[in-house]
């Protein structure tokens, strides 16, 4: 690609390509003048907010959902970045478990909870006087089954971060350079996303799931992810720290977490953690 210098065995961003990148992203956010960024806290959103606000000020807000799918620490991660950094920031009330689609969990999921929060933020930029909704979908994420896209695209939402023709590693280290501590942060999804497709999705189960996250995270885990099946709970964790969670000494530990949480087998999933895991099914029943 285009953005990468092989020196030795390592690729090297070109640090030219970044620079015209991310003035590109600039100048397309100075195009739409006011904004409402949604705004989840992750890297991508992150960076974007911390871009609207560098070019467009006071007219640029940044929006975070306050559902029950996102958990509480990512909610104060994203208040706690957007006071270190210094953007307006708010956080608005999403209702998408009134909606049966969305509670069914069928592979459409995701579209009907992006759905609720665009539909969210365009009532609040009619009643501001808001033109445009922005979010941080990248060049990366085009490639993989998100219906959420569709939602944007039924509802206008514009995608900066892929007009700027910006991937995820990209984004990370202009991030980096930028000085934001959010650079690394690990990837993030909904809790909605650790349940199967076709198990319903409620409360009380994705409050069990961050339960149980925010054990393993205190154990020091940073890439993971728990998995509900049922009487059955899958971890899965990223390939740099799956060696430690398999060591025995931990067995206990992930038992006595989770089997007070209600489940009666607890597994480690031996191919870890992988983006969009739970889609693997799809792929299989279009193949079969």
């Not at 990468?4 to 590109?24: C, H, I, W």
């Not at 609720?116 to 033109?131: A, D, Q, S």
């Not at 206008?156 to 984004?171: D, M, N, Q, T, Y």
């Not at 530990?253 to 999933?269: E, H, N, R, S, W």
Request: hydrophobic share 40%.
């Amino acid at each position: 690609m285009a953005s990468l210098v092989t020196l030795g065995a390592a690729p090297q961003l070109d640090p030219a390509v970044l620079q015209a990148k991310e003035q590109k992203l600039f100048d397309v956010l100075r195009g739409l003048g006011r904004v409402i960024v949604a705004y989840s806290g992750g890297t991508d959103s992150a960076y974007l907010a911390w871009a609207a606000e560098r070019v467009l000020g006071g007219d640029s807000v940044a929006i975070t959902a306050d559902s029950a799918s996102i958990p509480e620490s990512h909610k104060r991660d994203a208040i706690d970045f957007a006071i270190e950094v210094g953007f307006r920031h708010e956080m608005v009330p999403t209702f998408e478990f009134e909606n049966p689609a969305y509670v069914a969990n069928n592979p459409d999921r995701c579209f009907h909870c992006k759905d609720e929060l665009f539909r969210v933020l365009e009532k609040v930029g009619e009643e501001r006087g808001i033109p445009h909704i922005i979010y941080g979908v990248n060049v990366d994420d085009l490639g993989d089954y998100r219906p959420g896209q569709h939602a944007a695209k039924l509802h206008e939402v514009k995608a900066p971060l892929v007009e700027a023709g910006l991937r995820k590693v990209e984004i990370r280290e202009l991030s980096k350079r930028a000085g934001l501590s959010v650079w690394d942060r690990p990837a993030a999804a909904c809790l909605s996303s650790r349940i199967p497709y076709g198990t319903e999705v409620t409360p009380e189960r994705i409050k069990t799931i961050e339960a149980g996250e925010e054990e393993i995270k205190a154990l020091g885990f940073r890439v993971f992810r728990v998995r509900f099946h049922g009487e059955i709970v899958r971890l899965e964790f990223g390939k740099q720290e799956l060696a430690r969670a398999l060591n025995p000494e931990l067995a206990s530990q992930f038992v006595a977490i989770f089997k007070p949480l209600g489940f009666k087998y607890v597994t480690v999933d031996l191919e870890g953690y992988r983006q969009g895991s739970l889609n693997e099914v799809l792929e299989l029943a279009q193949v079969n």
